[in-house]
């Protein structure tokens, strides 16, 4: 027998089908710690057995939720059959033995969680949608015909995204809420010292021109872009990140002998960056709601971004950073010039983007997840067998 719906919290379980740290995987990090600190909602985060280390470096200090190892991670292929019924059969299990009263599923792609959202049907849950492209990826449309999604509460992380979303899982208008992402409080440093010592380590000079990547290095996030925006635009690119495309990137980066590409590889933290760089590139050809442009922003750091990876900021992205209309090197090394000549307007720009950053902060985010989630709460679930009578 289903349990009925009450509104209640109680134990939230979230099932993370990631297999590698990214943005998607910091926000729900966060979002998690801070459900865990509300009184009387306990928190399970579960995901593959190979990301709890990078979950459990990430946990920021205080509540923290309990990390639970679980092969539900997707492939990032278009799933099989036997990828989404292996899926589900894993998430179905833990769910038995935790009995949780609510899931939340975050994807970081549309079919990313298939067999959890047919894992979750008899539960009261929450799906979180963070990249959702324009087109539908291969093999969702059938699979969304099989799906169970009677009950189930939907949001995303950007009214561009949550309108698809709706159309790919053949949802009502408006039935999916639009969610905006998180940006950190503005870092407490002295920016010239930053400037100085970070530069210093490159062996620049503290004046010399300074452009920052952060992100993975792949072809998604216009990281084949770099080397010839930095050489167009004659200014130093430091680059913080890992991915796919890191060997090629240290071999352009080797061969150029103004060594304008710098590698920094994975930080934990690129916080200190975001104050010594003049600019930050966002040459991506999808984003959600990108959380390197709300911390850049929160540093007040101006953003050089093509118009697809803001799109989630609606008609206010052109106010908020200077935008490229596609993602290649010439525009955005032209459009940096210009913006680095332009010191009053990139600091009006810089200064506009830090109050959008501000206006974002987790005090006024958190209470409308927790809204999302009580009402998911109080829906009621697909019962995937009849009663047997009593």
């Keep these: 027998m289903t349990a009925q719906p009450s509104g209640r919290l ?19 990090l966060q979002l998690a710690a801070r459900l865990a600190a509300q009184p009387g909602l306990r928190v ?60 939340l599923i975050p994807l970081p792609w549309p079919n990313a969680g298939l067999g959890l959202l047919r894992a979750g ?10 990249l959702v492209p324009e087109a539908a990826p291969a093999g969702l449309a059938e699979a969304v015909e099989d799906l169970p999604l009677e009950g189930a509460a939907w949001c995303a992380v950007s009214a561009p995204g949550a309108r ?6 053949g949802l009502p208008p408006l039935a999916c809420a639009q969610i905006d992402n998180p940006a950190p409080p ?7 010292m930053v400037r100085a010592a970070l530069r210093a380590g490159l062996g620049l000079h503290a004046d010399a021109p300074l452009v920052l990547f952060v992100g993975r290095l792949e072809k998604g996030k216009g990281a084949h872009l770099l080397p010839g925006i930095a050489t167009e635009s004659g200014m130093t690119l430091a680059c913080a990140g890992s991915g796919p495309l890191r060997p090629l990137l240290d071999r352009q980066a080797a061969a150029d002998p103004e060594g304008r590409l710098r590698l920094l590889g994975q930080l934990a933290d690129p916080a200190a960056w975001y104050l010594a760089a003049d600019a930050l590139v966002l040459p991506s050809v999808l984003e959600g709601m990108p959380l390197v442009f709300l911390e850049a922003a929160a540093a007040g750091c101006p953003v050089v971004a093509t118009e697809a ?22 525009p955005f090394a032209a459009t940096l010039r ?41 829906r009621r679930p697909l019962d995937p067998s009849p009663e047997t009578p009593a």
């Design 10 to 28: 109680g134990h939230l379980l979230i099932l993370l089908p990631s297999t590698r740290f990214g943005g998607t995987e910091g926000h729900t």
């Design 44 to 103: 399970t985060l579960a995901a593959e057995a190979a990301l709890l280390p990078e979950l459990a470096a990430g946990l920021p200090h205080g509540p923290a939720p309990a990390l639970r190892a679980a092969p539900i991670g997707w492939s990032g292929r278009v799933p099989t059959e036997a990828e989404i019924a292996g899926q589900q059969a894993a998430a179905t299990a833990l769910v038995a033995r935790l009995a949780p009263d609510i899931l």
């Design 121 to 130: 049907a008899a539960l009261p849950r929450l799906v979180v949608l963070h």
């Design 164 to 169: 698809r979303a709706e159309r790919f899982f």
């Design 186 to 192: 503005p870092p407490q440093a002295d920016r010239a």
């Design 309 to 330: 990876a803001l799109e989630g900021l609606g008609a206010a992205a052109p106010d908020l950073a200077r935008l490229v209309p596609r993602p290649e090197a010439a």
């Design 338 to 378: 210009a913006l680095l000549a332009d010191p009053e307007g990139a600091a009006a720009l810089a200064g506009r983007a830090r109050a959008e950053a501000a206006r974002r902060s987790w005090d006024r985010i958190l209470p409308e997840w927790l809204g999302l989630l009580r009402a998911a709460a109080t």
